[in-house]
């Protein structure tokens, strides 16, 4: 798996995901949600369009990833969901408690803190 952030604001960030988010690799996204929240990020976008398959571990990693946000303040959203993750995502309920948008841009603005 290979993750890639890229910063909207000081506050927030997109973190593209690529590859597999399984049980080999769900602690290298946890990890970055921690490192993104420690450095005073509260909103995190998870780009998924390239993720080719995703396990319940996986989704742990997710959820774990909001937890933090929430935490901080803040929250997250998941962006380009492809069609095997979006199927986990709807058979475990979790679309319901993780917003999805077809675009990066969609969800970026979504997370956009209300003044």
Not at 8 to 31: H, I, M, P, W, Y
Not at 45 to 69: C, N, R, W, Y
Request: proline share 3%.
């Amino acid at each position: 798996m290979k993750l890639t952030s890229s910063p909207v604001d000081k506050r927030q960030v997109v973190v593209a995901v690529e590859g597999r988010l399984d049980a080999e690799t769900c602690n290298t996204l946890k990890q970055a949600f921690h490192d993104h929240a420690a450095n005073g990020v509260q909103w995190v976008t998870v780009e998924m369009s390239q993720v080719s398959f995703i396990d319940s571990s996986g989704l742990s990693a997710l959820i774990s990833g909001l937890k933090t946000m929430r935490q901080s303040g803040g929250g997250l959203n998941l962006a380009a969901v492809g069609s095997q993750a979006r199927t986990a995502l709807r058979l475990t309920l979790l679309d319901t408690v993780l917003p999805i948008y077809d675009s990066v841009v969609e969800a970026a603005a979504a997370l956009q803190p209300k003044p």
